[in-house]
Each structure stands twice: as C-alpha cells, then as structure tokens.
C-alpha cells in the first residue's frame, strides 16, 4: 500500500524574550501575494530536497538544481498546510516527512535530511515582507 506524505505542521516557536508570533499577512494584496509566491516557491524547493532523500533520486549535478526543478489576512501556517493538503491528496512518499514553521534566528528555509524535516523560518516571510516595503514603487 502506498504511504502518503504526511507533513506534519507545527509552529515551533522559541521561548522566552525573543519568541515571535506566527507571522501573519499583512493587509495588502500586492504585497501579501509576492510574499506568499515566494513562501510557496521555496517550500516547494525544500520538497524537491525531500523526495531526493526520501525516493533516493539520483542527482546530476548540484542538488540546489536538481531541487529546483522538482517544484511543482491568513497566517503562513495556514498557508503551508493548504499546500500541504494539496501534496497529500495528490502524492505520496514511502516516508513521512515533516513541516515545521520555527523562529530560526535567521531568515532561511531548509530541508533536514536526518530529521526528515522542512523548516520554514518565520523570519524569512518576515524578511520577504521587509524587502517589499523596501522597494521603491
């Protein structure tokens, strides 16, 4: 029997003073929907990192390319499991793997291939947001 992906989403947040919320969008549309696209992208990215650890893909070249290539108001969480339970309905892996939303420290997003995890910084829509803003009109 084929075993889906089962993303796990938990929003891992850090403790104490430096503790965040889970980012939210903000009210812009515009804005909001070029964060999210690149929220989406990477998360997808990360995937890609996913299923060549967990399918043990054979990778020509650099696996930043090859991970590349096998993209396919609200909170990021709720955004990520959207995705999620799109992934779930339409693919599967012999494995689970899981995706965590966690202040990092850093604007990043990653795959683990020992956990079988992808970590999606709540710093880096924080960042995302802040180059918006940043940008001339």
């Known amino acids: 029997m084929r075993q889906f992906l089962w993303a796990t ?3 891992a947040l850090a403790t104490g003073a430096s503790a965040q919320a889970v ?3 903000p009210e812009d549309e515009a804005e909001s929907t070029s964060i999210a696209n690149e929220v ?3 998360f997808y990215h990360e995937l890609g990192h996913a299923q060549i650890d967990v399918l043990d893909l054979p990778v020509l070249g650099k696996q930043e390319y090859a991970a590349d290539h096998r993209q ?3 909170s990021l969480a709720d955004l ?3 995705e999620v339970a ?3 309905e339409r693919f599967g892996l012999p494995e689970q793997v ?3 939303l966690a202040d990092c420290g850093v604007a990043n997003a990653f795959y683990s291939p020992d956990a079988q995890t992808i970590t999606i910084c709540n710093e880096y829509a924080q960042n995302l947001q802040a180059m918006w803003e940043a940008s001339p009109d």
């Open 23 to 25: 980012f939210q969008f």
């Open 86 to 88: 799109g992934i779930n």
């Open 9 to 11: 989403l938990l929003c």
């Open 40 to 42: 989406i992208a990477t």
């Open 98 to 100: 899981s995706v965590v």
């Open 72 to 74: 396919a108001g609200q």
């Open 80 to 82: 990520i499991a959207e």
